[in-house]
């Protein structure tokens, strides 16, 4: 591969990343509860996001603090990651276009923590949910993470591709200064 080549798809990557965090954070499909077959006065259906709870149980704040806390800030370090990474790329010295990538996987650990704990308030919520809902009406319940959650989860693989480029671009670096320029 060409450096060229690689430092466009790490920075294409890195962009798609950013933009689909963006919408995942600001979207209101993270966690769906459909309750089939419901005759009570309350329709007991109901999807999440980070910023707007419309769901029939308490919430954990603990749990949900984390994750409003550690999705923005990894979209936030990702605008840094993204002008060191161009910054790097132009300049062309191994060793920051090798930072840049740590730094970007750096960032990609804030997404990662931010969705497994969002995993882990999805459980207690589930939880929470049953003692609600009677075990006989709970063959009605389907429980599902939605496309926000989904985007988030593309998100963070963008994140680790957009840093493995930049290391490839490091290398790519490395050996035509290494090896003559070939």
């Not at 984390?66 to 191994?94: K, N, T």
């Amino acid at each position: 591969m060409r450096y060229g080549v690689a430092i466009l798809s790490a920075g294409f990557t890195g962009l798609l990343s950013f933009s689909l965090l963006a919408v995942a954070i600001g979207s209101d499909f993270w966690y769906i509860i459909n309750v089939n077959n419901h005759t009570g006065p309350d329709d007991l259906s109901s999807h999440s996001g980070l910023w707007r709870i419309i769901e029939a149980h308490r919430l954990f704040p603990g749990l949900h603090k984390v994750v409003v806390i550690m999705l923005p800030l990894s979209l936030v370090l990702l605008v840094f990651g993204w002008i060191f990474g161009f910054v790097s790329s132009l300049v062309r010295i191994p060793r920051m276009l090798v930072g840049s990538a740590s730094y970007i996987l750096f960032c990609s650990l804030f997404t990662l923590t931010g969705l497994l704990v969002y995993i882990q308030y999805c459980n207690q919520a589930m939880e929470d949910f049953k003692q609600v809902v009677s075990l006989e009406n709970l063959t009605t319940v389907d429980v599902s993470f939605g496309w926000s959650f989904a985007i988030a989860w593309l998100s963070y693989s963008l994140e680790v591709t957009s840093s493995l480029l930049l290391m490839l671009a490091a290398r790519i670096t490395q050996m035509k200064h290494y090896g003559g320029g070939a």
